[in-house]
């Protein structure tokens, strides 16, 4: 809804026809992999393809934000028909100038996202779904993941980013995609012993916890006891989809081997350094709305013209007279 005041931003360009989506095409190339998909760029420790990056190298010790640390690349606009798959839009995408920098097999190696707040969001899974089905919207952006082997994700699986802790220091490895079958439940207790099968641990030798990178916090994943409702008398199931974990796909868990550390303590240096960054914003915000306030009643006061001089206060004396 336009409103009077509002600031119209007029772009020179082109509307897509009824039906087409105008999707922007970024590259997403998570921390720490590798393989035969490198671009001949990467390899020649050149610059990223056209386009301009998000993101920033990979940080020594940094935590399990990959989506951070990870380089967001434009390749360009394709113009797509809502009516097309998910696998034909891979397949445009592909045929962009800025892509032959990479060296994919085909479709079936890339994994597509869409993209929020410079950060791969939700992951688009199944190849011959059309997108009309997805729902992506006229302003949906969409980054493209390579693969080492083609994916099949069925509707019951998520898809994780496992980092394990290493010992003595606070920081962790480079993260590792997990692949984790929900038929059983959304339950930390399948969760940990998927974890555990991956690690080739024994399941009561592991912690794992939930990484939240716009908080910089480790949320352990635990079994919390089932509560009984007074009213219903039913048990509470146990779901990870819920809070406060709220599980979805690309979260990072962390590992953390007990033979190694037994402490409650995920977090890591860079934590340390996001949380104090975001204490110091938060107080700079306070001191500048403070500020903006004191210079708002100020003017309030000044611009105040002196009316009539108000009359002294006087006593009043009111008397209620019988009615009987």
């Known amino acids: 809804m336009i409103c009077s005041g509002d600031t119209l931003l007029l772009i020179e360009g082109q509307l897509p026809p009824p039906g087409f989506l105008k999707v922007p095409i970024w590259w997403y190339q998570p921390r720490g992999c590798t393989g035969p998909w490198r671009s001949h760029q ?37 113009e797509i028909s809502e009516d097309a798959t998910l696998a034909e839009l891979k ?47 006229r302003r949906t952006e969409i980054c493209l993941e390579p693969l080492q082997k083609e994916e099949n994700l069925g509707p019951q ?68 006891s089932q509560q009984t409702s007074k009213r219903k008398k039913k048990k509470k199931q146990e779901n990870l989809q819920g809070a406060p974990y709220y599980l979805k796909d690309g979260d990072t868990i962390g590992i953390k081997n007990l033979l190694f ?4 303590d995920f977090s890591t240096v860079r934590d340390d350094a996001g949380k104090e960054k975001q204490k110091q914003l938060a107080l700079g915000r306070k001191k500048s709305q403070e500020a903006l306030c004191g210079q708002s009643s100020s003017a309030v006061s000044g611009a105040e013209s002196p009316g009539r001089p108000q009359r002294p206060e006087a006593s009043l004396s009111i008397h209620v007279g019988s009615f009987r």
Do not use: H
Request: aromatic share 10%; with cysteine.
């Open 42 to 78: 990467d390899q020649t420790n050149g610059p990223p393809p056209p386009g301009g990056a998000w993101g920033a190298t990979a940080t020594q010790g940094a935590p399990g934000d990959t989506y951070a640390e990870a380089s967001l690349c434009y390749l360009g606009d394709i």
């Open 91 to 137: 397949s445009q995408a592909m045929t962009l100038p800025s892509f032959s920098e990479f060296v994919i097999p085909s479709p079936t190696f890339l994994r597509a996202w869409t993209v929020e707040s410079r950060r791969p969001s939700r992951l688009l899974r199944i190849n011959q779904q059309q997108l009309r089905e997805y729902k992506l919207g």
């Open 157 to 224: 699986d998520v898809l994780l980013r496992t980092q394990r802790r290493l010992p003595g220091e606070r920081a962790y490895g480079p993260p590792v995609d997990l692949v984790w079958d929900t038929a059983r439940g959304w339950t930390a207790g399948a969760l940990q012993r998927q974890v555990a099968d991956c690690c080739s641990l024994p399941v009561e030798k592991i912690e794992i916890a939930k990484y939240f990178p716009e908080k910089f916090e480790w949320l352990p994943v635990s079994s919390w």
């Open 261 to 264: 550390e037994d402490d409650g």
